[in-house]
């Protein structure tokens, strides 16, 4: 993948650190966004649907979308597949749409080396207990998925430093404003505007040659 006009952003954090809350207040502010809708082998939570959160699939099916070169990227996270299907993403990217990435460490390391103009943005939780509260209260893992799930998580912020932002997420507000603001300040990057540059600089073409009107 090359530099497109839409922009990236890669969100990862553990699992429980707010990506998912993060992200639908981003999608439900800026209708411009696309959320990248990843095909998983994991078991539907209740609530979740077929091609709103993933596009769930059985392993076999996954392995064979694995071998048509189907995905940008692939992992293996908590003992299931998850994959970023690729023609999706560059369609969109192409057609000027910004696109949200939730994606685990890996697939960011892969994501990041195919789109070097991606922005990516690690969500850190402010401390373990506070995660382990958010993964109880979510209710969604059962009490081996929580514990594999919190030991994870070590690891994963073990490789916060890969990411170009970290946004910590302690209170909700001031976390979702920051991480609006670098997709504010990503979207002004002079890199991504030079077709708003030459229009601003047509109109003086277009006027000709400036009368001082004396
Ligand atoms: P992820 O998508 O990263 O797994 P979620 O967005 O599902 O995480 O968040 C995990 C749980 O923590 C959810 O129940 C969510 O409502 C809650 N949560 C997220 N951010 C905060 C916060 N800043 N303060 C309190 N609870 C939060
Ligand atoms: P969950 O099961 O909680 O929805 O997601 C578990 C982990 O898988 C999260 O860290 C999430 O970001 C990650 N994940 C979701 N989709 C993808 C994907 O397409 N590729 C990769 N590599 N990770 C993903």
């Avoid at 090359?2 to 890669?10: E, F, H």
């Avoid at 064979?64 to 970023?84: K, Q």
């Avoid at 207990?129 to 958010?134: E, P, T």
Wanted: glycine share 8%.
């Amino acid at each position: 993948m090359t530099s497109r006009k839409g922009a990236a952003l890669i969100i990862c954090s553990p699992s429980g650190g707010g990506k998912s809350t993060l992200i639908s207040r981003l999608i439900a502010e800026f209708p411009n966004f696309s959320f990248s809708i990843s095909y998983t082998t994991r078991n539907p939570r209740p609530g979740e649907k077929h091609g709103r959160e993933y596009y769930f699939v059985d392993r076999s099916e996954f392995e064979d979308l694995i071998n048509r070169h189907f995905f940008a990227e692939w992992a293996e996270v908590h003992a299931n597949y998850y994959g970023t299907p690729l023609q999706t993403g560059l369609d969109l990217l192409e057609s000027g749409k910004d696109i949200i990435f939730d994606i685990d460490v890996q697939g960011a390391e892969q994501l990041r080396k195919s789109m070097p103009d991606s922005i990516s943005i690690f969500i850190l939780p402010p401390s373990r207990q506070v995660l382990k509260q958010r993964l109880t209260k979510r209710g969604s893992d059962d009490a081996k998925e929580l514990v594999r799930r919190l030991e994870a998580a070590r690891q994963e912020i073990g490789r916060a430093g890969e990411f170009a932002y970290w946004v910590l997420n302690q209170d909700l507000e001031p976390a979702y404003e920051r991480l609006k603001s670098i997709y504010l300040a990503e979207k002004c990057r002079s890199s991504r505007n030079r077709e708003m540059l030459r229009d601003v600089l047509k109109t003086w073409e277009d006027q000709g040659t400036e009368s001082t009107g004396q």
